[in-house]
Each structure stands twice: as C-alpha cells, then as structure tokens.
C-alpha cells in the first residue's frame, strides 16, 4: 500500500553534472540521470521495501550501505 503522506525527494548534483534523486523516508539513491527533469517521473514511480523502512525504524543508526 502507498504511503499516504507525501515524500520529499532532494535532487543532488553531481560532479559529473548528473543528478541523482533521494528518498527521505528509505534514504535510498532511487534514480541517477544526467537530465533533472527526469527525476519527477522516478518520484511518482518509486516505493519504499517495506524490509528497509523496518530495518530503519529498529535501529535508525544502521549505516545506509549495511541495510
């Protein structure tokens, strides 16, 4: 099921001049492109694993690259 409330997704340039797209509620790189305007598509198509927001919950300080 969807979450209800509404995520924020900051878009992050890179050096390389591409941008990569976040989710606040996982913390997970959804997408990577090298054009921003197609990170709006990924927000609307992205859903969070249920796995990885439990995991998060349970122990908020788990380092990203473990989970």
């Known amino acids: 099921m969807p979450n209800p409330t509404r995520r924020f997704f900051p878009h992050r340039l890179n050096a390389n001049g ?10 997970m790189t959804v997408a990577s492109t090298r054009f921003e305007m197609e990170l709006v598509h990924r927000e609307r198509e992205h859903v969070c694993d249920p796995c990885r927001l439990y995991q998060l919950r349970e122990n908020p300080f788990t380092p990203r690259q473990f989970i």
């Not at 591409?18 to 913390?27: A, G």
């Open 18 to 27: 591409s941008f990569n797209l976040i989710c606040t509620e996982c913390h």
